[in-house]
């Protein structure tokens, strides 16, 4: 038998997680209870759902999205999934897999779309033919498919599992530009306007390494490897300079963000063009959108005309660079 | 000890007394993106690893937008 020193903050057991940022251990059971309070206080302070919503949790495979649906559902919010093939190789095969398993086992509702056989293309091949960065294409058509599975299926609230690592990230990344458009429209909750429905991100109170750990903890199998297509890019760069400073100094991540929505966040408010612009209808599909065509649709046409590629040859291409 | 590590998937065998925080340190992980599992079994930074221990050390970072 290995000692274990630390002891759990609340009841004294051996402890399983250290949390630098609470200055505290946990046992199992108390790191549960941490992370529903989190989320429960999340929800509460946006206003972010109802007992009474019908709520749609955007699923990846991934461990945040697994995490937050598995917590919705505890927490007594009826939460269908929604998975999205992105056509990513191997990865996606196994990370739908993941999600399918996911809600077998728990008797949930997972709505699938796969892009290659519904709309005639992939990621990879939306990559090569718009010749944008792969997370671009992917972000395009995952933000196109989530509003609309949610408008069709009738749902008042679509769930992402963004945590307070991603919403770090993205801030570090807008405030290193100053792009007051986007800082204005980091909100944790986006409320529903013709054509898009209400969105909200529940796990913003919670890291990344605290929802791995949530996995653990609760027994879910999630994909762990990374997605191959999202290697270097600069929200990778990004969230390892904030976790090189939340070693430092811990509490920094969560103070950059949520201090952002406490004392920024009012001052940006209305600042955003984008959010008040007068939206048409996509000419193809109906979708809003301030152009003829949507950029769901754009990407889709150039994807579609494309041959074929497979993820390897996006990959190679891009470690040459 | 053996050590599990992904992203790539590869596996180490190490000799000498480690913490869980050793370890990382020693792997030149930090312990912010990464968790241990030994034995299947979560564990906290100052916990003591044994030779017959068989650990994974899991990174947690995803890179989506």
Known sequence: ?????????????P???????????????????????????????????????RVLVAVSGGKDSLAVWDMLVELGYQADGLYIGLGIGEYSDVS??????????RGLHLITIDLRSEYGYDIPTAAKATRRVPCSACGTSKRHLFDKAALDGGYTVLVTGHNLDDEAAVLFGNTLRWDV???????PVLPARHGFPKKVKPLIRLTEREMAAWCIVRGIDYLVDECPM?????????????????????????????NFLDNMAPLLAGQSKAATDELGSCTSCGAPTTS????????????????????ELVLSKGRRR | MKVHLRNPRRELELDGKFSVNSLLAH?????????????????????ALAPDDTVEIRPVISGGC
Not at chain 1, 1 to 13: G, I, P
């Open chain 1, 1 to 13: 038998m290995v000692a274990t020193a630390s002891k759990c903050r609340v009841c004294k057991e």
């Open chain 1, 15 to 53: 402890a399983i997680i250290d949390l630098p940022r609470h200055n505290a251990n946990f046992c199992a059971e108390h790191f549960l209870e941490l992370c529903r309070r989190q989320v429960t206080k999340a929800i509460e302070k946006f206003d972010m759902l109802s007992k009474d919503d």
């Open chain 1, 96 to 105: 739908g897999q993941y999600a399918k398993d996911f809600a077998a086992e």
């Open chain 1, 181 to 187: 458009e986007y800082l204005s429209r980091q909100l």
């Open chain 1, 230 to 258: 999202a290697v270097g890019n600069k929200h990778l760069a990004y969230k390892a300079a904030l976790n090189a400073i939340e070693s430092e100094s811990p509490g920094s991540k969560a103070a950059f963000y949520l």
């Open chain 1, 292 to 311: 003829d065509l949507c950029a769901f649709c754009r990407t889709a046409q150039k994807a579609r005309a494309h041959e074929p590629v497979p993820v």
């Open chain 2, 27 to 47: 792997l030149e992980l930090p312990r912010e993106s990464h968790l241990v599992i030994r034995n299947g079994t979560l564990v906290p930074g100052d916990a």
